[in-house]
């Protein structure tokens, strides 16, 4: 089985989020960088497959050339290939970027066969754009499902997959090859391990220098959000606050 | 010109979400169609109207039976290839972004997701609409806004979830049949079965959330918790780095890539305030954060604090619970 999962490197916040000075992208100069959530998820869930099933997994990422670290980061799980479409300066949008994933996939599997399973995250954790696996999958032809929660190969080109509902689960039945947004929940990473962290360092991450023209949603300057006002009541310290806050919950009526 | 909203429903249940985005296509001062896929949502047609739709569409094939992103986009993709409108405004939800990104891509047409507004009093083209718009929109899960402009012949765009209020707009809606042409290969991705869930009090609706941050220390240490939360008639939630750490289910994360509360109280314990968390949180209605540190982010966007240990906190105020009851 051949799997593909794309990635995006985005900044790990902690609480508090800084603009830039031309308000054109966030304040980087004090944080770390990781994996958008869904997409940890999906790497772990493409390594998954390989090992049940055998095969290969590949990761792809349209960034800068710091978004290498992600690749290794994958790499160091167990992903065997990495390949790295590089940007230069701000985000593309999501038409583009789109464009670009596509055409480096039907050139990868034009040099080594198709992926049988195609993983994206649901939506990446900064811009949250909530389209590019779906641009991807239309593009190749392919069916996607988002909000994956559950993947399960039960032979015969059959993925059954599972996402959740305001009432339960819903099941899908998808024919391979296929593409899939998946969120996270759907496994608990892992960490990797010494061997997988030097084994990485050693891989070679394969280029495709992406061209394609600019989509019609172009950003023009990032906002904070309107924090909450208004200064906390602090109901005391230690275990003797326990009466002011019982105070509290009935005052709410919640008790 | 129209505005077209997709109307989000499940098997004929409506989401409310779709009247935030009937309230908002209502803004522009175009007509507004909505579009219903399948013969389950034909008895929606009143609800539609009170919302101020003066037309709605009833999407009909057997493909249409239950949901499916590929069939629901291409009907739509294929209504809006018919008539043009100047806008189609969905649901920023999971299903109303997938099926506008599925339109996005057939058409090859930009997609805004999860907007708070539009401004659309820009220059207006021959065609009478106005372009591009000015959208403001939520990214980091609502903890940032990105202004951007959209240009298309068509704007895509959905509605984050309360960005708008839901008003009514009495009045009598026509409605006309519409027959996509669908292959065989759209039902290749329709719902094939369905697990419901055990009735009961969920995270997302929960009055009470009693979450437990890095600060809980382990998965036992959660039981005070649970105790607090069974009280309370509530139920535990948890931080991103509770469930990385594999202390509870992913089904219990609190964030912005797990639930979103809007209980009446959150009781955050031992929880520092990091964005996906808060994100998650921030539509509780009142935030109680027990934290030892009087400088946790958590703390500071709270409206009530108690500055403690939480081991001894909780048990002390379950107990101050008990007591009064049996008092």
Redesign the interface.
């Known amino acids: 089985m051949r799997v593909l999962v794309c990635v995006k490197r985005v900044p790990a916040?902690?609480?508090?989020?800084n603009?830039t000075a031309d308000g054109l992208a966030?304040d980087t100069a004090y944080l770390a960088f990781t994996t958008s959530?869904?997409e940890e998820c999906a790497v772990e869930e493409a390594v998954r497959l390989v090992e049940q099933h055998g095969g290969e997994a590949t990761v792809l990422t349209l960034g800068p050339a710091e978004a290498d670290e992600q690749l290794r980061y994958a790499a160091s799980l167990g992903v065997a290939k990495a390949v790295l479409l590089p940007i230069v300066g701000a985000d593309w949008?999501?038409?583009r970027t789109?464009a670009a994933i596509a055409t480096a996939i039907a050139e990868l599997e034009s040099a080594d066969g198709p992926f049988d399973i195609i993983l994206f995250g649901n939506?990446s954790?900064?811009?949250?754009?909530?389209?590019v696996g779906?641009?991807v999958?239309?593009?190749l032809g392919r069916?996607?499902?988002?909000?994956i929660k559950g993947i399960e190969v039960v032979g015969d080109g059959t993925v059954r997959a599972?996402?959740e509902?305001?009432?339960?689960?819903?099941?899908?039945?998808?024919?391979t090859p296929v593409v899939l947004g998946v969120?996270?929940?759907i496994n608990?990473?892992r960490y990797p391990t010494l061997k997988g962290r030097l084994g990485s360092k050693k891989i070679e991450v394969g280029q495709i220098v992406p061209d394609v023209a600019a989509?019609?949603?172009?950003?023009?300057?990032?906002?904070?959000?309107a924090?909450?006002v208004?200064a906390?009541?602090?109901?005391?310290?230690?275990?003797?606050?326990?009466?002011?806050?019982?105070d509290?919950?009935e005052e709410?009526?919640?008790? | 010109m129209s505005i077209l909203v997709v109307v989000e429903h499940d098997r004929g249940t409506v989401a409310p979400a779709t009247f935030e985005a009937l309230t908002a296509a209502r803004s522009l001062g175009e007509p507004v169609h909505a579009i219903t896929l399948g013969a389950s949502a034909d008895g929606l047609v009143d609800q539609l109207a009170a919302h101020g739709a003066a037309v709605v569409v009833q999407a009909h094939h057997d493909l249409l039976a239950d949901y499916g992103p590929e069939a629901w986009g291409d009907t739509v993709a294929q209504y809006v290839g018919h008539t043009s409108p100047s806008a189609v405004i969905a649901t920023g939800t999971d299903r109303g972004n997938e099926v506008l990104a599925h339109v996005g891509a057939i058409l090859d047409l930009p997609f805004v997701a999860n907007c708070l507004s539009f401004d659309t009093a820009g220059a207006f083209d021959t065609a009478g609409a106005a372009d591009p718009w000015q959208i403001t929109r939520v990214r980091w899960g609502g903890s940032l806004l990105e202004q951007c402009e959209l240009s298309a012949t068509t704007k895509l765009v959905t509605m984050t979830h309360h960005a708008v209020e839901a008003t009514e707009s009495p009045g009598i809606a026509s409605t006309e049949s519409f027959a996509p042409s669908l292959e065989p290969w759209h039902g290749r991705s329709v719902v094939v079965d369905r697990v419901e869930r055990a009735a009961g009090v969920t995270l997302a609706t929960a009055p009470v959330v009693v979450g437990g941050g890095r600060g809980v220390g382990s998965p036992e240490a959660f039981a005070p918790l649970e105790d607090l939360a069974s009280l309370l008639g509530g139920v535990v939630g948890c931080s991103r780095a509770v469930t990385n750490n594999g202390w509870r289910n992913h089904t219990d994360q609190v964030g912005q890539t797990g639930t979103r509360i809007a209980p009446d109280i959150y009781l955050a314990c031992g929880i520092s305030g990091a964005i996906q968390h808060w994100v998650g949180a921030m539509a509780s209605k009142k935030i109680l954060a027990i934290n030892t540190d009087p400088e946790a982010n958590m703390v500071a966007k709270a409206d009530y604090a108690v500055i403690g240990d939480l081991h001894q906190v909780v048990p002390a105020i379950a107990a101050e619970i008990r007591r009064r009851r049996n008092a």
């Not at chain 1, 916040?13 to 989020?17: E, L, R």
């Open positions: 916040p902690g609480a508090k989020i603009i966030i959530p869904h949008d999501p038409q789109a939506e954790a900064d811009s949250g754009g909530f389209q779906v641009r999958a239309r593009s069916p996607i499902v988002n909000g599972r996402r509902s305001e009432v339960g689960l819903e099941v899908y039945a998808l024919p969120k996270e929940g608990l990473p989509g019609g949603q172009r950003m023009v300057t990032l906002l904070p959000a924090e909450q208004g906390t009541t602090i109901l005391g310290h230690g275990p003797d606050a326990a009466a002011a806050v019982v509290l919950l709410l009526g919640v008790l």
